[in-house]
């Protein structure tokens, strides 16, 4: 099996170039992009939808859904007024740099101040190409269980921010915050945390403080 | 990129070859394989505790778990005084049949009627991987939502039963159950489907008559 990895590491390597040429863009037009991860069903669509409604009349936003199959995140984001491209990728278990390349052209990109991007859900795959975002983000959900940062550590190591939303169900399930919490410190220590909802909009603000405040800090070309 | 497809395919046979010779083992000792597949949180634990307390006083079973990190849901599962076996993929997102293998060996084959394969959690990858197994399954829960077979047709289309687990938070979750099976029903037609819950126990005397069935009519090396 080892006359394998070359071939891995050789796609990985052409996909952080093209995250580089992707970045190199977005700095250009002067547009701060975001990569949204999380499990099917933990809630992006939700939080975009929720984002875009806050912002979109202080930012100019657009966004980018991957998905394996349908329209449907992209038609409720598109909903909202804003450009919204969706990206079938077939098979495939998560967007690449190349991907995104495409969805630019069918972006008005001059005409953005943010563009939000949906990954594929999947809690592993994403993690591990770049797409040439200036920052990522993992939306963890109550259902899913405390214990996922010890199972999935790869994806939580890389984010710069993590979002647990449907706490307005955490009466419902067994769900320790804390037990939580330790999981993602040795992971991330000090990694932003927005525990909110969806559904009911608390704690909502504090996440948007968040975006606000690093899209109003982004210097085109020298973030990172 | 074109030159890549070859080496992936050859990848993708090497699995199946390695399946085949993983199934033809289990068939010369007389073991039925579940292979059990779903999203992070979705309940696969649970729903593997709950059928080794209430078969193994009947079956003899096995179990193997599969898990980027940690050994928590081997150590439930093996709490019940069962062998279980924790494969830890490292980074990897899936199961494969040589993964399998190596839990083969640490596991009392001979002594076993039914092997329960929890894959690593991901509603993509493992949809992909044989790993040798008489019948898959997979995991849906109410809180991911009711549009994931449209948006997650692969791993729809290719399993032998649907679990929707889960149903005791119905209510506090926007999930149409008749919208959800309409998307399932094109991709795979005639599904056995177990609505039911973990956590109270609703709706799983049905799964566990299904699985019992399904061991009850294996014949080994005439199965598929």
Chains 1, 2 share one sequence.
């Not at 991957?66 to 969706?86: E, K, W």
């Not at 953005?112 to 770049?130: M, R, S, W, Y």
Request: aromatic share 6%; charged share 20%; net charge negative.
């Amino acid at each position: 099996m080892t006359t394998q990895v070359p071939v891995v590491e050789q796609i990985m390597s052409a996909n952080d170039q093209l995250a580089a040429v992707n970045r190199a863009r977005l700095d250009k037009t002067g547009v701060f992009a975001l990569n949204m991860m999380a499990s099917p069903g933990a809630g992006k669509t939700s939080l975009i939808t929720r984002t875009v409604e806050a912002l979109k009349s202080e930012l100019r936003i657009g966004a980018v859904d991957g998905d394996i199959a349908t329209s449907i995140d992209a038609d409720r984001v598109a909903a909202l007024g804003v450009p919204a491209v969706q990206i079938n990728t077939g098979g495939a278990c998560h967007l690449d740099a190349s991907m995104l390349q495409t969805a630019f052209s069918r972006l008005p990109l001059k005409e953005l101040d943010l563009l939000i991007i949906e990954n594929v859900g999947n809690l592993v795959c994403p993690a591990t190409f770049k797409l040439g975002e200036h920052r990522s983000v993992l939306i963890a959900s109550v259902p899913e269980g405390d214990d996922k940062p010890y199972k999935y550590p790869v994806m939580y190591r890389g984010v710069d921010a993590l979002v647990l939303n449907k706490i307005d169900v955490l009466g419902a399930f067994d769900f320790d915050v804390e037990y939580f919490r330790q999981g993602v410190e040795p992971l991330n220590p000090g990694l932003a945390f927005f525990p909110l909802s969806c559904k009911t909009g608390e704690g909502l603000d504090a996440w948007l403080d968040w975006l606000r405040n690093e899209v109003k800090q982004y210097v085109p070309g020298n973030s990172g």
